[in-house]
């Protein structure tokens, strides 16, 4: 496999209008300067980055009980203009005092000196670093997993374990498996405790491919291929078992600046199903992780996978698996009432015999 260059929080630069900001300075002023669309640079310690951020949130009266479309609208605007306050890096440090050491500055930086980058991703890089220092156990095997920066991890598990529950109970072939979206590489790992031969994973994010090949090397995993690219990646060799958790949500517009982990555009589903049509042996099983997510949040959505069975003549279903979804922490700034509906959803499908 040729070098992967990893993906990193994009360098503040060029010709910006920039206000120095320190804790006792005018707020009002900080707040009028990033809502006409320039830069507040923070000076003197990390926690000022957290107060004017608070700040920020308080001033775009920031609600979560509303209408989901109108919520993430409210998400995109208060990231836009957060993201221009910004803080100073010299030789992979953050230059502010009191400031968290943040490893990943080193190694997707090396090639810098001194810089600026966007205070909330410099949160999401400090956050990404101490769950890659500390790593995650995950319910359905021993060790943990130690998420490369950038890519998708589980904050909760009950896909997990009906995919473990699944493959305790197959009865398909197991000389090979595909994991679409490989992620920080659970599935696949799974495939690999329950006795699949020949594992091919693939991912479009390079950050993934990254911390999947450090894994690999940590467990000493040798029978897991690893492949860069969309969906399949132009693979053209037939499974025994193909496995996607692809995102639960669709996006509504652009999607260029919302989570692919989360969201998915309107020509995911029919490109994925007539992938793996041709990639699926006879008797193989083609199983997805999904969720009724998509029709608590939108009512007028039609089931991708449903909609799949009924249209598309491929599939049918050979089983569907469901779990109700743990309760959330009332701290969460996510709609209760959805988390106590929802219901995460294993479809086996197998191919049509019409």
Same mark, same amino acid.
């Given at each position: ?17 920039? !206000? ?5 300075? &005018?707020?009002?002023? @900080? ?18 980055? %957290? ?6 949130? @308080?001033?775009? *009266? ?27 890096? +010299? ?13 990943? %500055?080193?190694?997707?930086?090396? &090639? ?9 991703? $410099? ?10 220092? *500390? ?17 998708? /991890?589980?904050?909760? /598990? ?5 995919? &473990? ?17 490989? #992620? ?16 091919? +994973? ?5 950050? +993934? $491919? ?8 940590? !467990? ?5 291929? !690893? ?48 992938? +793996?049509?041709?990639? %699926? *042996? ?29 249209? #598309?003549?491929?599939?049918?279903? &050979? ?16 709609? %209760? ?18």
């Amino acid at each position: 496999m040729d070098k992967i260059i990893a993906q990193r929080p994009e360098i503040i630069q060029g010709e910006i209008e920039v !206000l120095p900001f320190k804790q006792n300075d &005018d707020l009002e002023e @900080a707040l009028e300067v990033l809502l006409n669309g320039h830069y507040v640079l923070i000076l003197d310690f990390y926690s000022t980055g %957290l107060f004017l951020l608070n700040e920020l949130k @308080a001033y775009l *009266k920031w609600e979560q009980k509303q209408k989901f479309q109108e919520e993430r609208a409210k998400r995109r605007n208060f990231r836009e203009i957060s993201h221009r306050i910004i803080l100073e890096v +010299a030789h992979q440090r953050l230059r502010v005092k009191k400031a968290p050491k943040i490893g990943w %500055l080193g190694i997707l930086y090396s &090639d810098q000196s001194e810089f600026a980058l966007s205070f909330p991703e $410099i949160q999401g890089m400090n956050s990404s670093w101490q769950w890659y220092k *500390k790593g995650i156990q995950i319910p359905t095997f021993s060790h943990k997993i130690y998420p490369w920066y950038g890519t998708y /991890f589980p904050t909760r /598990f009950e896909h997990i374990e009906l995919f &473990d529950e699944f493959l305790s109970n197959t009865q398909s072939d197991k000389e090979s498996a595909f994991d679409v979206g490989v #992620g920080s590489g659970i599935l696949s790992f799974q495939l690999q405790k329950h006795g699949f031969k020949n594992i091919q +994973a693939s991912d479009q994010n390079p950050n +993934a $491919i990254i911390g999947m090949k450090e894994e690999l090397r940590r !467990l000493n995993i040798q029978n897991i291929d !690893l492949i860069l690219g969309d969906l399949f990646a132009e693979n053209e060799y037939t499974q025994d078992l193909i496995v996607f958790n692809p995102p639960w949500l669709p996006s509504k517009g652009n999607i260029e600046n919302l989570d692919t982990a989360i969201y998915y555009n309107q020509d995911l589903f029919n490109r994925f199903f007539e992938q +793996a049509f041709d990639r %699926l *042996k006879p008797n193989g099983k083609l199983v997805l992780l999904f969720s009724n997510l998509v029709l608590l949040t939108h009512p007028n959505e039609r089931h991708p996978i449903e909609e799949e069975l009924k249209t #598309g003549g491929r599939f049918d279903k &050979d089983s569907l698996l469901k779990k109700p979804v743990a309760q959330a922490s009332k701290k969460t700034k996510r709609n %209760l009432n959805r988390r106590g509906q929802e219901l995460v959803e294993l479809w086996s499908l197998k191919k049509s015999l019409k």
